[in-house]
T-cell receptor, first 115, second 110 residues
Framework: ETGVTQSPTHLIKTRGQQVTLRCSSQ?????VSWYQQALGQGPQFIFQ???????GRGNFPPRFSGLQFPNYSSELNVNALELDDSALYLC??????????????FGPGTRLTVL | AQRVTQPEKLLSVFKGAPVELKCNYS??????LFWYVQYSRQRLQLLLR??SRESIKGFTADLNKGETSFHLKKPFAQEEDSAMYYC????????????FGSGTRLQVQP
């Protein structure tokens, strides 16, 4: 199916390292949101980009950063990895319509393990 | 602060039984609420939103502002309804960025 894709599927890093996760939004979707899902928990909002500008941020430290590109792709970067960063990272794209008709479409996620 | 609570981690029912997945929220403004579902080996997807007042796959959810609840209901559960269900609230920040509850796993037994 065409839709939101994420890479890599799985990733193992050690504490202190840096990681970049990638997301490809559905064509035409100018909004991308990133979420962290710890085991047994619901997704937690990290930040959102709209037309390549950060458009909102959850309660995450600055070592979580992102980029959005004109080709509907985006990145989540995490510096100085900590053990608690181990989680499933989800990206979700949406058309960026005004009002509540906007729907978020989720990718399959990247499973990050920090040792 | 905006918060969503799903008190049940697991709900197990028999096929044909009624289902109610509980969701309570904390929000001072006018809330926008959603139910997302994740079937086995599939990605998270929108099931329904309160503003649409629609029934999807036999599920309905009514927003009760007095009780700050948005419970998901289905009169007769089917085995294919077995999945992880997340209640979500649209955040003040971002365009439809969401805060999720911790989820309820629904198991429908034959």
């Amino acid at each position: 199916e065409t839709g939101v894709t994420q890479s890599p599927t799985h990733l193992i890093k050690t504490r202190g390292q840096q990681v970049t996760l990638r997301c490809s939004s559905q064509s035409g979707h100018n909004t991308v949101s990133w979420y962290q899902q710890a085991l047994g928990q619901g997704p937690q909002f990290i930040f959102q980009y709209y037309r390549e500008e950060e458009n909102g941020r959850g309660n995450f430290p600055p070592r979580f950063s992102g980029l959005q590109f004109p080709n509907y792709s985006s990145e989540l970067n995490v510096n100085a990895l900590e053990l608690d960063d181990s989680a499933l990272y989800l990206c979700a794209s949406s058309p960026g319509l005004a009002g509540s008709t906007d729907t978020q479409y989720f990718g399959p996620g990247t499973r990050l393990t920090v040792l | 602060a905006q918060r969503v609570t799903q008190p049940e981690k697991l709900l197990s029912v028999f096929k044909g039984a009624p289902v109610e997945l509980k969701c309570n929220y904390s929000y001072s403004g006018s809330p926008e609420l959603f139910w997302y579902v994740q079937y086995s080996r599939q990605r998270l997807q929108l099931l329904l939103r309160h503003i649409s007042r629609e029934s999807i796959k036999g599920f309905t959810a009514d927003l009760n502002k007095g009780e700050t609840s948005f419970h998901l209901k289905k009169p007769f559960a089917q085995e294919e309804d077995s999945a992880m269900y997340y209640c979500a609230l649209a955040l003040d920040t971002g365009r439809r960025a969401l805060t999720f509850g911790s989820g309820t796993r629904l198991q429908v037994q034959p």
